[in-house]
């Protein structure tokens, strides 16, 4: 039986639901800059490089003023999404008591990142922290630089993300990966074909399982 020691958590979609806070942030700073309409999909399909990196490739003459006028709105309309997940608080809470290490890595980028962790009351639990990077995805890089910095065993420690990209890169740096599928915007039929180490539907449920293994 695996023993845990150490977790790294994704945010969006993991820690809360701020994918729609995403898209309408990116929606109210870019469609003026464009000067049309953007598309959900089209918004979604530039993700992987941070916040920076999805408006560097739909505005790139705007950049600067598109990413001022992004963490604007982000912060902005951030009351849509005032909370994390039901049951987050007290289950990093419960793993901090229990003397669990933790860390965030996450694809935003560091700003977004610093309004949403202050929103939801969460930044005492992350003094580690890799974020992501506007030249494209880094998660891989981004959870090996955490390992090193917590000085993890690789065999203690699990990765808990949403998305299809969060198992990938779990795997590419060779820790294990607990899919969270507890989101509205998370489906788990894109997550069951990559093999999952675990698959978990509610917070609940994660914080009663790794109970066992810490």
């Given at each position: 039986?695996?023993?845990?020691?150490?977790v790294i958590f994704d945010l969006d979609g993991t820690l809360a639901d701020t994918l729609p806070l995403c898209i309408a942030?990116?929606?109210?700073?870019?469609?003026?800059?464009l000067g049309k309409t953007i598309s959900e999909r089209e918004i979604i399909?530039?993700?992987?490089?941070?916040?920076?990196?999805?408006?560097?490739?739909?505005?790139?003459?705007?950049?600067?003023?598109?990413?001022?006028?992004?963490?604007?709105?982000?912060?902005?309309?951030?009351?849509?999404?005032?909370?994390?997940?039901?049951?987050?608080?007290?289950?990093l809470q419960f793993l901090e008591d229990k003397g669990v290490k933790l860390a965030m890595v996450t694809g935003k980028g560091v700003h977004s990142t610093d309004i949403s962790l202050q929103q939801f009351g969460l930044t005492e639990y992350f003094t580690i922290l890799e974020t992501g990077k506007p030249e494209g995805p880094d998660k891989v890089n981004g959870?090996?630089?955490?390992?090193k910095r917590l000085n993890a065993d690789v065999n203690q420690c699990i990765y808990v993300g949403d998305a299809p990209s969060d198992i990938v890169a779990a795997k590419a740096a060779g820790i294990s990966i607990a899919a969270?599928?507890?989101?509205k915007t998370t489906d788990d039929k894109e997550l069951l074909p990559l093999h999952p180490d675990w698959i978990f539907y509610t917070v609940e449920e994660f914080k009663n399982w790794i109970a066992d293994l810490i």
């Open positions: 039986m695996i023993k845990i020691n150490t942030a990116f929606k109210k700073s870019i469609e003026p800059l399909a530039t993700f992987g490089p941070s916040e920076e990196g999805t408006i560097r490739q739909l505005v790139p003459e705007h950049e600067e003023e598109g990413v001022k006028s992004y963490l604007k709105y982000y912060a902005a309309l951030h009351h849509t999404c005032p909370q994390p997940f039901d049951g987050i608080k007290e289950l959870i090996k630089r955490a390992l969270a599928a507890w989101a």
